[in-house]
């Protein structure tokens, strides 16, 4: 069984603080994502990664980095968070042998950011 | 306009009941269709997978492609309550990778 965990369920953080949110997969998976999900928008990538140390932004990675050591570790960084930055962040990866590969979640962060 | 639209509910139905959720689309160039199932306070999971156009069942999930409308669908036979979670439509890839695009979600509640 694939399983994607992440590092904390429930955050509050304050503005203007450094928030690291990891993620870690046991399946030896090559890609892997970070999105955030809000009611309405639906999740919405921040960036992802299709091998160690390489990354490539999504659709909204303004206000955010990450960072891929390791091929079983992907990193969010919120380097200076904001208010606007509250949401339920979601990790995935999937295999990358082929394109349309299925992509495994983790259970989620809720971040609140005060 | 968004690249995927979903009604975001909620769909409220008695159990046993069909539950019918649909999305459209506006790139043409999308050639996967995935429905994921998302439980309260879990992530997603794959649900169904299909690439063209046509039905494909799966149990009591059937999942539609009308690629010429650019509109999928999603069918739920015998409704349970257990069938209560919020569905999202993901469509790729998207020019390279494994990049996914999710529509918004619809919340479906199945009453006993």
């Known amino acids: 069984d694939v399983k994607v965990t992440q590092s904390s369920r429930y955050l509050v953080k304050r503005t203007g603080e450094k928030v690291f949110l990891e993620c870690v997969q046991d399946?030896?998976?090559?890609?892997m994502f970070w999105y955030r999900q809000d009611p309405g928008l639906g999740l919405r990538l921040i960036y992802f990664?299709?091998?160690?140390?390489?990354?490539e932004k999504g659709d909204i990675p303004e206000g955010y980095s990450v960072s891929r050591e390791k091929k079983e570790r992907f990193s969010l960084i919120l380097e200076s968070a904001s208010t606007n930055q509250t949401s339920m962040y979601l990790c995935?990866?999937?295999?990358?042998?082929?394109?349309?590969?299925?992509?495994?979640f983790g259970p989620g962060t809720r971040l609140t950011v005060l | 306009q968004k690249e995927v639209e979903q009604d975001p509910g909620p769909l409220s139905v008695p159990e046993g009941a069909i539950v019918s959720l649909n999305c459209t689309y506006s790139?043409?160039?999308?050639?996967?269709f995935m429905w994921y199932r998302q439980y309260s306070r879990k992530g997603p999971e794959l649900l169904m997978y299909?690439?063209?156009?046509g039905n494909k069942e799966d149990g009591r999930f059937t999942a539609q492609v009308d690629k010429s409308s650019k509109y999928i669908s999603l069918f739920i036979r015998d409704s349970q309550p257990s069938d209560s979670a919020t569905y999202l439509c993901?469509?790729?890839?998207?020019?390279?990778?494994?990049?996914?695009?999710f529509g918004g979600g619809t919340r479906v509640l199945v009453k006993p």
């Open positions: 993901a469509i790729g890839p998207r020019a390279a990778g494994n990049k996914l695009t």
């Open positions: 399946m030896d998976h090559e890609n």
């Open positions: 990664s299709y091998d160690v140390k390489m990354k």
């Open positions: 299909t690439y063209s156009s």
């Open positions: 790139n043409s160039a999308f050639q996967y």
């Open positions: 995935a990866s999937s295999p990358g042998t082929t394109v349309a590969d299925e992509q495994f």
